[in-house]
């Protein structure tokens, strides 16, 4: 390899980020037509460019943005906006940790779980001598796991009208404990919202309580993050999900 | 209601399918705006920039070619050259431009139905942070000086009293660290 070599292949990430004058990058860029190896050198690099923007900081931008992006383009501005969340549902992440939030939740809220826990999840609600609430409508889903979490599973209790969301697991792997099981609320589109963050008992079960029913989302999904507080987007796929309805 | 992929979207926008504008801006219209800003830092500026650039997309889609190019990347270095350009004051297509010509194929088959595309999106960002976050300081400033700032690698060394040759170093190092560990996390496979 020449001199000249070394010195344009040196030059070909300044090239990919457009960071060289004109006549530099018109000879980096002949090069690349004949060079055996820096074409794939070039490649490379061009794909990390290609995602740097994926490591600014977000900001949200104005509301009205994308009606006016819509009106431009001259179509109606009714088109409802996919991921759109309902009112009852945070659009940011609530400060509060989860935890804290459940404790928080109505009389009728912690009514209803003190109903549910005494008559047994898993047994079915109204499974017992004391009177069912009649009113109560529950859908129920179940979360199935894969991979290194084919053994757990979860058992999803949403009383709607009440606005709380039980979650029942088991056979969920032990972890240590510099990590937690964060539950994430998956919208239509979008960012995963954080649920809650849970540790398993030592039969690998636990119940997650969440003050708030499911509208909106279309799934829930767990992975495994840093205790204690998780992550506020998942670093990892999810090997224990399932879908809403 | 079925998620669409990249690809999907490509589609209907070429067939100037509404739903497919609002999709897109529902998908990319946040890290747009996120892009713009930082260039700009200027939030009138930025919110022009993201509304030429998705006007743009929509105006050209019968062109764009899916198997010449991947979607997300091309409407964020869109919207990144065109930041600069307002930023920098230039009209003309300048070498400072990052090629939009250059950008990788789109991969060939993504399932539109997979509902943790989005979660797939999130742990990638967090991931590019991370990588971003461990280079040393001096090489991410001169790729964020190049990238955000339109700045040539000239004008970095002047700003940064090195050699010129030491800053194409830093951002060949920058950009191979980021690689390499994307690469480790299985991200740079189809992008």
Redesign the interface.
């Known amino acids: 390899m020449t001199a000249d070599h070394d010195e344009l292949e040196?030059?070909?990430?300044?090239f990919?980020?457009?960071?060289?004058?004109?006549q530099e990058?018109?000879e980096v860029r002949r090069h690349l037509e004949t060079c055996p190896t820096c074409p794939t050198l070039a490649?490379?690099?061009?794909?990390?460019?290609?995602?740097?923007?994926?490591?600014?900081?977000?900001?949200?931008?104005?509301a009205d943005?994308?009606d006016?992006?819509?009106a431009?383009?001259g179509?109606?501005a009714s088109?409802?906006?996919?991921?759109a969340r309902p009112a009852v549902v945070p659009v940011r992440r609530d400060t509060t940790r989860p935890w804290v939030r459940w404790r928080q939740a109505s009389a009728a809220a912690a009514a209803i779980i003190a109903f549910a826990l005494g008559a047994g999840l898993g047994l079915g609600i109204g499974r017992t001598t004391a009177p069912p609430l009649a009113s109560t409508s529950v859908a129920q889903f179940t979360l199935s796991g894969t991979g290194q979490m084919e053994g757990a599973h979860g058992s999803v209790f949403e009383l709607r009208r009440e606005g709380v969301t039980f979650v029942q697991f088991s056979g969920l792997p032990p972890i240590t404990s510099d990590r937690v099981y964060e539950l994430?609320l998956?919208?239509?589109?979008?960012?995963?919202v954080p649920g809650a963050v849970f540790a398993p008992d030592l039969r690998g079960g636990q119940v997650v309580v969440l003050g708030h029913n499911l509208a909106g989302y279309?799934?829930l999904?767990v992975t495994e993050e840093a205790a204690p507080s998780g992550?506020s987007?998942?670093?990892?796929?999810?090997q224990l999900?399932g879908?809403l309805g | 209601?079925r998620?669409l992929s990249d690809l999907e979207l490509v589609r209907g926008l070429a067939d100037r399918d509404?739903?497919a504008?609002?999709?897109l801006?529902?998908?990319y219209?946040?890290?747009s705006?996120?892009?713009a800003?930082?260039v700009l830092g200027d939030?009138g500026l930025?919110?022009d920039t993201?509304?030429e650039c998705?006007?743009k997309v929509?105006n050209t889609a019968t062109a764009f070619d899916p198997q010449r190019g991947?979607l997300r990347?091309w409407l964020?270095?869109l919207?990144?050259?065109r930041a600069i350009d307002k930023l920098r004051g230039r009209r003309s297509r300048?070498?400072?431009?990052?090629?939009l010509a250059?950008?990788?194929p789109m991969p060939a088959a993504r399932s539109g139905s997979d509902?943790?595309e989005?979660?797939?999106f999130?742990?990638?960002?967090?991931?590019?942070?991370d990588?971003?976050a461990r280079l040393p300081a001096e090489q991410r400033q001169a790729?964020e000086l190049?990238?955000y700032g339109?700045?040539?690698?000239?004008e970095?060394a002047q700003m940064t009293k090195v050699p010129l040759?030491t800053?194409?170093?830093r951002?060949?190092l920058?950009?191979?660290k980021?690689?390499s560990y994307?690469e480790g996390k299985g991200?740079?496979d189809d992008?």
Do not use: C
């Open positions: 040196n030059s070909v990430a300044a990919v980020l457009g960071a060289l004058e004109d990058a018109e490649d490379g690099l061009r794909r990390a460019v290609g995602v740097l923007p994926l490591g600014v900081e977000p900001t949200p931008p104005p943005l994308r006016r992006i819509l431009a383009a179509v109606a088109t409802p906006a996919v991921g994430w998956i919208p239509p589109s979008g960012q995963p279309k799934a999904a992550a987007a998942p670093t990892q796929q999810p999900s879908a | 209601m998620d509404a739903s504008l609002a999709r801006y529902d998908r219209g946040g890290l705006y996120s892009v800003l930082r939030s930025a919110e993201v509304q998705f006007l929509w991947s990347t964020l270095t919207v990144r050259n300048a070498a400072r431009e990052i090629d250059a950008i990788e509902p943790w989005e979660v797939a999130a742990a990638e960002q967090q991931a590019v942070s990588a971003l790729v190049a990238y339109g700045y040539s690698h000239r970095i040759s800053v194409k170093g951002m060949r920058a950009l191979e980021l690689h994307l991200l740079m992008r």
